[in-house]
């Protein structure tokens, strides 16, 4: 019987101590850990003397508590008796050491070699990149003589840097020469991978199409190094294309997509990159549940508040259906500054997808075949898958090995790196329109840290259409605020979006109110406050324990709480941004504000797009 247990402690046992388990040490193991056998019946099955059982048990005791010890935390001295809570927590510990590569305690070193043909002036991009690799404990190595290495020392290599520039063009040849060495290596070790990649420091090669050198980059991986604050982000892809995604593993998922694509099925499928395990994402709204407070992505999360969402958004009475009924207006008017045969789109925070379906149709389809052209490709994010395979469900225009979701919290910076590493090798390098719209950017805790993550990915000629919810500055007037206040209470109160703000809350947990009841608790702060950027109103949706008694709410994983009388849980959180206070924060965030459209109703509310891009200083 293969016993998964065992073959995870042995594997540890090899790499703590070089040797593996003997048989007698096993069969102590597996007797202990499976129905706790004493030492004389061990002794007896294995004919050996109790006395030399009892010895060579202290002694595997001993060795597995180093096999088991945990990294920053006090050695636990495994025993007979702790011996099954050792094991489980070890594979715990390895689980998430293997879901969570960025806080992995056991990361592996590269070795990478740096070959500059940038020519750029001092200190190079490449000297500051083999730093901050050392930094990342990568050992890195700078040379210019890749072609005089015997092969053996090439074998080496995990990795081969080219760094170009436009000062590189003249020593085409050399770098031809260097890029087909790197091939020839890489062909001849199928089980070490060699990662090839192309960095332009500083500004682009520029190079005629038919020069040979275009030849030898066909597959290669490019990325930039404008300048050196985009050294950190540049080693993020660096490691993520060594950790998993070797060059080969790529081809091979897009040698699958385009087999997909032949397949005869029906469309009712989505293609979905899962980045994140969902036991986890429980755990943290089971902890945000808690703490009194739900984050944003987490209110949208799950089936229920998903139908919430869709249902809310398809109600006359809610400001998102005015929002969404005329989004395409102005949406359309930004449609020229992205090139239709050149661009992929990925929507950050997709929701429900009525918009993204109007943007494919406006900014993507050729006036001869309504329809993109046959590699676009359209990469819906959202933390929930549920609402992702709605909003794929909306986008029919296009094949479905061509819409291929990710799931994935946007609010982190490796959850960001990842998103768009994965639209650069599945889009094949081709440029982004990133989607940052339905003022998800206000319902987030910390909107200056979420679009500085966009930004710091976004590459020179990536775009970002972005709308938010503003208010006229004239709405806040000393006379007008208090009708204002009065008037976005009244969009927030509203039944559908009231039930949707209520639904993470139901969900997941068992609140046992009376609908009527639970009514009375639903609750809409908003107030005038000022930010570092200028003036935001701030929108607080809360369940408050307005009952007659204290609340015991169990969570899906059993874990309780009790909410107090007129203890409050902060469900939603929201800002309507003057416009002035929306520019001013994209422009700090170093984006260039290419075009906008905008809507404002009579009472002073609206939104604006945007058509944004990152500035680059050369
Ligand atoms: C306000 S809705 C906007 C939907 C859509 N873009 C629109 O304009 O109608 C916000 C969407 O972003 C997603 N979202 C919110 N926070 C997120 C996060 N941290 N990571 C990923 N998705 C998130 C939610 O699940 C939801 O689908």
Redesign the pocket.
Known sequence: MCKKWLERVERGFYQEHGKYLDDIQREILIRCYDSKQSYEKIATALNYSPRTINLLASQLWKLLTDVFKEKEKEKVKVTKANLRGAVKRFIDQQDLEEVDPINSTTTKTFQIFISDRSKNSEPSIAEQLRKTLQDARQATTIGQDWLQRSNKELNEYDCFLLIVSSHSVDESEIMIEELQRARESRETRPDKPLTILLIHAGSHLSLPLNHPLHKQLQDISQSECLSSSDLPILVAEIMKCLETTNESTLRGLLLLIQKLGKLKISDNWMLTYVGENQLHKLGDLVLDLKNRKIR??YA??GVGPTRM?TTA?TDPCYH?REN?ERFPDHARQLANYVNKEQYNFV??????G??DSNIIRDFFNRDDQAKPRDDFSYLP????LD?LRVAIGRIQELPSHRRIAIQ????TKE?MAEIAHIAKVLGENRPILY?F????IA??EDPEHVLNNIVQVMKSNDLLLF?AQIINDSALTNNQLQKTIQYVKEEYEGISFRQFALSALLQNSDLSVEPKERDSCYLVEVSLQPWKYGQVLQIGCCFENNTDKELYLTFPNEDTTTLGLKEKIHLYCSRKFTQGTLEHFVQATNLSILGKSLYLTNRGTGFVVMMLQRNYQN
């Open positions: 944003s992505g949208y999360w969402w958004c998102m969404i929507s950050l925070g997709v929701g429900e009525s918009k994010v959202d933390m929930s609402m994935r919290d946007i609010e959850g989607g719209i339905g003022n998800t319902n987030v709308e």
